[in-house]
């Protein structure tokens, strides 16, 4: 709303013009500067009293609307995997793992061990003989021991015949220690001259033990008494 003296001359109405657009262009430059003017008062001088414009307030920002809270809002889809990334390598290294397998893991519950029978030690077997045990053997001829020229004149005349059966003792040197009759011949005289011949003319190769000694050992034999024709 605009205010003007009507005997205003036409030269100053355009005089009047020209400050009103000059008021509107520093209004302008005003709002772009962000200063609110609503008042413009212009010089008395110039034939114009005073001019009042009234200037709106710039308006407010728009304001958002909410958005409701069951609305959809569409998600962005997720982004695509970046393939890998291949490294050329002109000498790949070869690593081989060791074939090896952890042993099973087991738990072990604890035993009373078995009551065992008390161990007798055996004493060791004897060594085997180095040498074969050997019963003596006669050295010199068994005929000579004994002869028909034995006979004494009393066993001829009463005709004593028989067989004696007899057990000899020889001694480590080969020679008869002792001489036992032990089947007679029936006839006492005969029995003796069998033990006393032998003993004066058998000769033996002593008996042997395991481990090669000559030992005493024993001898059996049998002679027979009879008469010649």
């Known amino acids: 709303m605009s205010y003007a003296n009507a005997t205003v001359s036409p030269a100053e109405r355009a005089k009047a013009a020209a400050s009103v657009i000059g008021i509107h262009a520093l209004i302008g430059f005003g709002l772009v500067a962000g200063l609110a003017v609503t008042t413009a008062i212009v010089d008395k001088d110039d034939g114009v009293e005073g001019v009042l414009i009234p200037i709106d307030p710039p308006p407010p ?3 958002p609307e909410p958005v409701p809270t069951d609305a959809v809002v569409p998600s962005t889809p997720p982004a695509a995997p970046m393939p890998p990334i291949e490294i050329p390598s002109n000498n790949p290294v070869q690593v081989t793992e060791p074939d090896f397998t952890l042993p099973p893991i087991t ?10 029978a008390p161990v007798v030690a055996e004493s060791p077997p004897p060594p085997p003989p180095a040498f074969t045990p050997a019963a ?3 050295r010199n001829n068994m005929s000579s021991w004994i002869t028909a020229n034995d006979y004494s004149g009393r066993d001829l005349r009463r005709g004593n015949e028989g067989t004696a059966r007899y057990r000899l003792v020889i001694g480590s040197d080969g020679r008869v ?3 036992e009759i032990t089947s007679s011949t029936g006839h006492s005289s005969l029995d003796r001259s069998t033990c006393s011949l032998i003993e004066r003319r058998a000769r033996f190769n002593p008996a042997t033990n395991n481990r090669g000694e000559e030992v005493v050992g024993t001898y059996t034999g049998v002679v027979t008494w009879q008469i010649p024709e």
Do not use: E, I, L, S
Not at 107 to 114: I, K, L
């Open 61 to 63: 920002p728009p304001t």
């Open 107 to 116: 738990t072990r519950v604890p035993v009373d061990p078995p009551v065992r």
């Open 136 to 138: 003596p053997v006669p």
């Open 177 to 179: 220690d002792a001489c």
